[in-house]
Structure formats: structure tokens, C-alpha cells
């Protein structure tokens, strides 16, 4: 099937969460995962929630009224240096769970502090000839 777009690239993603967990959610997502806080436009901000972007992931964490952790969809994150992402979530007492059902990749999941489900995965190297 022909068509006249083209898909580039992801912009964000969004997660729900509850009315008034921001401060929570700045906690994680700045704090453990050390994302900087964009600035919502005015008429998005009334709204509630907040948005962080690292490197080239940007994520929009927006109110529901009727909340629900996300515990199967979830966000792919491709990162550089997956043991280190790993020890940090660790260290804050985030449980990480490794999952090598994914050729060539290595990954883990974990969940941020209001239950969402999060993947992080990294390709492995290829294999080089003997």
C-alpha cells in the first residue's frame, strides 16, 4: 500500500496520572532519571500534569481523572549504558525486572512511582567473526 507520508520519528509519549501527583512525578522523572522539566504552554498547564525531556525522549505526563497505573502497554526507551540506568532505578528503590526475550537486545522493566510500566533496552553488540 502506497502513501504520501512518511513517519520520522517519535515526539512523545504520554502517561496518566492522578490529580496532584506532580510533585511525585518530578521526583522520578527528574530526580532518578535526571530529565529536565519543559515548561507546559499556559492553556496545556491549567490542565495539570507535567513534561520532561532527556536526550532525544520526551515525555507528557497528563491528569486522568479516573487513574490507573499502565501495568502491560508501556513506553520502549532506548538508553546507552543499561546496567548503570539499572543500578541507579535500584538505588532508589525502584525493582527492576530483566527480560532477554528480545534478539539483540538486553532490557528490564520497571515501573515509576505511580505504577506505569516502563521498558529500557539496549542493542547488544554484534557478533564479530572469529
Avoid at 532525544?56 to 513506553?75: N, Q, T
Avoid at 527480560?99 to 522493566?109: E, M, S, V
Wanted: with cysteine; hydrophobic share 40%.
Amino acid at each position: 500500500m502506497a502513501t504520501d507520508f512518511t513517519f520520522e520519528r517519535l515526539d512523545h509519549f504520554q502517561l496518566d496520572i492522578p490529580a496532584g501527583a506532580e510533585d511525585a512525578c518530578r521526583t522520578f522523572w527528574s530526580g532518578v532519571l535526571g530529565m529536565t522539566e519543559l515548561e507546559k504552554p499556559p492553556v496545556l498547564a491549567a490542565r495539570g500534569g507535567c513534561w520532561f525531556r532527556g536526550g532525544g525522549v520526551e515525555v507528557h505526563l497528563g491528569v486522568a481523572p479516573d487513574f490507573r497505573p499502565s501495568v502491560k502497554g508501556h513506553p520502549g526507551i532506548l538508553v546507552r549504558s543499561l546496567d548503570a540506568l539499572a543500578e541507579r532505578l535500584t538505588a532508589h528503590g525502584h525493582e527492576v525486572v530483566w527480560d532477554d526475550n528480545l534478539p539483540g537486545h538486553r532490557r528490564f522493566y520497571a515501573a515509576d512511582q505511580l505504577g506505569n510500566r516502563l521498558e529500557f533496552l539496549e542493542p547488544r553488540p554484534a557478533a564479530t567473526e572469529a
